[in-house]
Nanobody, 122 residues
Framework: QVQLVESGGGLVQAGGSLRLACATSGSIFEINDMAWYRQAPGKQRELVARITKGGVTNYADSVKGRFTVTRDDAKSTVTLQMNNLKPEDTARYYC????????????????WGQGTQVTVSS
């Protein structure tokens, strides 16, 4: 069974920084895209940042220039460096990965973590 576990959330003042990390575990054969999503109360879950297996990134317009997504394929992890945080960044952040397991080969499946809370005070 594949698991994604996020860490690094917390409470920070506006203008501050946080670094989120997502660790994967399980019988993983290959990981395709990895991404971070967020969901604020009363709002739909939205894409924050995505990184492909080849390292191509894309970001939500609201976080461009402030957030950076990276991945370590040797460790099967993805991180999100968040700088100059704003109160509107307050949300629960979820790790997402498209994974092919040794038993599901050749099928890729979308997996989600449980999320980590980020709260930015003004």
């Amino acid at each position: 069974q594949v698991q994604l576990v996020e860490s690094g959330g917390g409470l920070v003042q506006a203008g501050g920084s946080l670094r989120l990390a997502c660790a994967t575990s399980g019988s993983i054969f290959e990981i395709n895209d990895m991404a971070w999503y967020r969901q604020a109360p009363g709002k739909q879950r939205e894409l924050v940042a995505r990184i492909t297996k080849g390292g191509v990134t894309n970001y939500a317009d609201s976080v461009k220039g402030r957030f950076t997504v990276t991945r370590d394929d040797a460790k099967s992890t993805v991180t999100l460096q968040m700088n100059n945080l704003k109160p509107e960044d307050t949300a629960r952040y979820y790790c997402n990965a498209v994974i092919q397991t040794r038993t599901s080969f050749p099928t890729f499946t979308n997996y989600w973590g449980q999320g980590t809370q980020v709260t930015v005070s003004s």
